[in-house]
């Protein structure tokens, strides 16, 4: 045993054979297989997977990162994929057959026994991202009317099967959920004691169609390690484990992080310039696009600007400020959605604390930088303008800031865009015309 | 049994009595009753828990969220906090009596049994974040010389003290960590079997000390629900579950979006505008400063922009594209070492992959905003210069974002803040001080 198993770390020779590599690799844990595989080019990998046992590759292709997985199966032949899937836990073995084009996949399908076949065609009919898409079909259950003994008997049968077990279910005859029995409950149940009397029946349960976002929520929120998934008749029909909602969570976080940046999470494994270049352009072409209507804004202020050029000094301070209030605000309405899932209030009373809120920065910051460009520039008409207009855009940034986010909600676009650098574009456009605007109301008190 | 058990939503009657409240909350899931609570104000919540059995209130205060919890155990007296510390778990108990005031921390651990004080002391000499800040001390062990039929009298004694139990832990008279039993080996194991004889040897655990961060990583790769604490001689002092490790991962990416967005996530529970000024206000101080320096920089070149006006009607696309690559950049170098921890190769190999991207996206953006900016003004000079700068600030952004998350740990500043408003403004004075620097080296061309 070592100290901690996070410090296994293999770093294979590139230039060994994959026989030997694969006994370097033997008696690892399977994701520390994978990570040293992750390392390697796909092709070498098949090679090493090729050289493991069927079980031992089954159980590190599903460790390799996402997209050494897709590489991989790739360059795999289908009676190879066959194999490993039959490896599998249904759910993962949906999840490789999943990423496969439909000729291949088809001949996947072909090569499993019957009854697999059928159980991954039956998950693969769900969508990704909800509680049928994430679970596994393998799972102990038992007849309310059995024994502690029944139970038990159903544990060891399932033992190869079903990689971990934390709890037995219990449904009724037509297969309806109705309790659960903790193996905790199972060791110290009394021997011949019925499976309703020590069943929990208060069993927490989540149905095929939820989004596995509001399934991760109810892990959270119950402390749970799996969850039983039942149809729309109640029916127990998978199950979820806790270590596959961990992958949610991240997946989830890691969405609104690209959403939030203008980019994609898949870019960090790419490493074709062309290609990343092509997750990161769109962004850059609207904020490119923003910039060039900031600018046609601009030019039809040019007499202002002509006349007092030190207006234009300021374009960058109007625009910072638009674009962190913007973002500062849309960030907190939208972490706060997430957090309470479509729980939170609507957008009126949310409008009126963001409101409170931007005035007390609107107020502090303008009068403060009304000072200071009136000490530095001696024009108190045009330190009063630039202040004024800062304060105003600070209101309209958090409005925008607010609203977005709900409104993108009510169109079914995800909240998390409003972060992203298309509110800060708007919010640079619209800080533009405010601030011009204003000076040139004004323009006659400047100079 | 519901459906689905995230459905229970119930909304008191804030008129209603404390008694009366409690009632309707009997028999609930002790997460509905927090969840119930949370919306209301301190004091009626602490006269609700005052009226259920402590035990349930102890189950309720635990799922609270943060702010709530504190508000309460401000209200609640040493008496009352010291009940409901005795009913929770160690890690549950440290935490509650971790965010008292020395004065009633002092006060509710002397009205504590001395087992359970010293337990609660031991745990709060650990920093919050590392494993030892998050272990509870409660778990059940047996020494790797007993019999199967030993350890189920292990989890049979401990069953009402330890919430959750998945693992029976081995060790050796030292008490060092030297197997794992999962509770499915204890209920297949066969009578009279020695625990070393169908114990796991190859147990994953964590030390005392290591970062939360990490301790999250090992539960993801190894797909843990629970793990071994063990100090720096190998003793087992503790474990760590995953409903604790799901919290700590929330926590991680939400302190990210903060940082990301120069905010705080605890504005959220926030309800005075001040307050929440308080905590977003120095973020755009940064930005209104940093903004005043862009003018500074825009007033050097005056006489450039005195000569040609419409150079500065293209500084809202520089400084937006400065952010925009800025903030791409950095997110990615900063996602890339948060899923690598500190194995992602070091600063080099780095920038170069993002000199490529940016050269692909500065070319084909530089020579598009040349056509139009040529196309709108046929100024062939001014389009060049505007076109030449905007390539040459998107390769000088991607240095900033790749260069400063580095940088920032170096120093032992969360890389993070790097996403945040403080490279955005710095990228914002650079790109000026290059795209007017360029224009006024060329000044004579233009025009």
Do not use: C
Request: glycine content about 6%.
């Amino acid at each position: 045993m070592s100290d901690s198993r996070d410090a296994v770390n293999v770093t294979l020779d590139p230039d060994s054979t994959p026989a030997s590599m694969a006994r370097q690799l033997a008696g690892l844990h399977p994701a520390d297989i994978a990570a040293a595989l992750d390392r390697l080019d796909p092709e070498t990998t098949a090679r090493v997977l090729g050289e493991l046992d069927t079980d031992t590759a089954a159980d590190v292709i599903i460790h390799l990162e996402e997209h050494a997985l897709e590489d991989v199966l790739d360059i795999l032949g289908p009676p190879e994929i066959a194999d490993i899937t039959t490896e599998l836990d249904s759910d993962d073995a949906a999840d490789v057959v999943g990423v496969l084009d439909l000729d291949k996949q088809a001949e996947v399908l072909s090569k499993l026994e019957p009854d697999e076949r059928r159980e991954v065609e039956e998950l693969l009919k769900y969508t990704d991202e909800s509680a049928g898409g994430i679970m596994a079909s393998e799972l102990v259950y038992v007849n309310q009317d059995a024994t502690v003994e029944n139970a038990i008997e159903m544990v060891r049968a399932a033992a190869d099967e079903v990689e971990e077990i934390h709890n037995v279910y219990v449904t009724d005859k037509a297969g309806r959920l109705t309790g659960v029995l903790p193996l905790r409950a199972l060791v110290l149940a009394r021997h011949g004691a019925k499976v309703a009397d020590v069943m929990n029946p208060d069993v927490v349960s989540v149905s095929t169609e939820m989004d596995q976002e509001v399934v991760a929520d109810v892990f959270r929120k119950y402390d749970l390690v799996a969850v039983p998934v039942v149809d729309p008749t109640g029916k127990l029909v998978g199950r979820i484990t806790v270590d596959d909602i961990i992958d949610v969570i991240h997946e989830e976080a890691d969405q609104d992080f690209s959403l939030m940046a203008g980019t994609s999470e898949e870019e960090i494994h790419e490493d074709s310039a062309l290609r990343v270049s092509r997750i990161r352009l769109p962004w850059l072409v609207i904020g490119a696009l923003g910039g060039l209507a900031s600018a046609t804004v601009m030019s039809l202020f040019h007499i202002s600007l002509e006349k007092v050029l030190a207006l234009a000094f300021f374009v960058p301070v109007i625009t910072a400020m638009g674009g962190n209030v913007g973002l500062q605000t849309s960030t907190i309405i939208v972490r706060s959605m997430r957090s309470e899932h479509g729980l939170v209030e609507e957008g009126g009373s949310r409008l009126m604390r963001e409101w409170r809120i931007a005035l007390v920065n609107a107020l502090i910051l303008g009068v403060a930088v009304l000072l200071i460009v009136g000490f530095w520039l001696s024009d108190v008409a045009l330190a009063a303008i630039v202040g004024g207009s800062l304060a105003t855009v600070i209101l309209v940034a958090a409005t925008l800031g607010t609203v977005m986010p709900f409104a993108l909600r009510r169109v079914g676009v995800d909240p998390a865009v409003a972060q992203g650098p298309f509110v800060t574009t708007l919010n640079d456009i619209v800080g533009i015309l405010v601030y011009l605007g204003l000076a040139s109301a004004f323009i006659d008190r400047l100079g």
